[in-house]
């Protein structure tokens, strides 16, 4: 969930509405002359405010600007556990953050490595290079789509139907997958549409996304309700499990499974089912 990081308001309590992650902004939110506020009421709210476990990540500004080291030197300091590079075209922005954060560790007393990248794709060329940076660092754990500078870049608006974002979504989740790195999809701006927000949710969930950004508390529930496995899935994939552990000591490749053909290309699937419903609450163990 993205939050201005200059408005105490906002970043004070958060972790009421149980988000995963919280993105404490310090670019298109906060106004050029406030960057300086920004940055102090980051640290402190880093350093002060017991976030209850959920993710804190820092989007820095541009690389373009001469705004973004001191935001990293801010963030690494405060404790934030990754930073948000936003724009980002070339493997090489990711190494520029990176070698930033590692300078800041050093500074600051963090444990080398501990401080994580994401990359924001917001223009053709930085989806274009979704694979060179996604392998760029062994910081980087993901990577993000920022449709609204996307569509402004191909010339295009954002409909409500996706069609626009299609090629770039596939593009990024067939690298990030290819880099074994995470993928998140962009926000959607029309608070009123609950119903046209589930739906693409639904979809970028079937594509294979990680999560969804997104700008108001209203949107969480949704998302974690798609996300989170059903009972049926969960008790499919304990039986998947469970057979495919079971026939390989009998050595037994195929078998069916309530009627559908299974083999060990299923068990990462089932695992990673199981895996998800544990994260989520609904389930004590995985088998």
């Known amino acids: 969930m993205f939050l201005n990081a200059q408005k105490p308001g906002l970043i004070k309590d958060p972790y009421i509405y149980q988000p995963d992650s919280i993105m404490l902004d310090l670019e298109d939110a906060v106004a050029e002359k406030e960057k300086d506020a920004a940055r102090f009421s980051l640290y402190h709210a880093l350093q002060e405010i017991n976030y209850r476990g959920i993710e804190c990540i820092v989007r820095i500004n541009g690389l373009d600007t001469d705004l973004w080291e001191e935001d990293v030197r801010c963030a690494v300091a405060g404790g934030a556990d990754g930073i948000r590079i936003p724009k980002t075209e070339t493997a090489g922005d990711v190494k520029k953050v990176e070698a930033a954060v590692e300078q800041a560790e050093q500074e600051f007393g963090r444990e080398p490595g501990s401080v994580l990248i994401m990359a924001a794709l917001e223009s053709a060329k930085g989806v274009l290079n979704a694979l060179s940076i996604c392998s760029a660092s062994d910081r980087l754990f993901g990577i993000a789509l920022s ?74 529930a949704p998302v974690h309700k798609i996300y989170t496995p059903t009972e049926k899935e969960i008790i499919f994939a304990q039986k998947v499990v469970r057979e495919i552990d079971e026939k390989k000591k009998l050595g037994i490749g195929v078998f069916t499974v309530d009627g559908k053909m299974i083999d060990i290309a299923f068990y990462d699937g089932a695992k990673r089912t199981l895996a998800l419903a544990k994260a989520a609450g609904v389930l004590k163990e995985e088998c």
Request: hydrophobic share 40%; net charge negative; charged share 25%.
């Open 147 to 220: 449709g609204g500078d996307y569509t402004k870049d191909l010339q295009t608006r954002i409909t409500g139907t996706g069609v626009e974002l299609m090629g770039a979504r596939q593009l990024m989740i067939i690298a990030a997958r290819a880099a074994g790195v995470q993928c998140f999809d962009t926000v959607y701006t029309d608070l009123n549409d609950m119903e046209g927000f589930r739906r693409e949710v639904e979809m970028i969930h079937m594509m294979g996304f990680d999560g969804k950004s997104v700008i108001n508390p209203r949107q969480i």
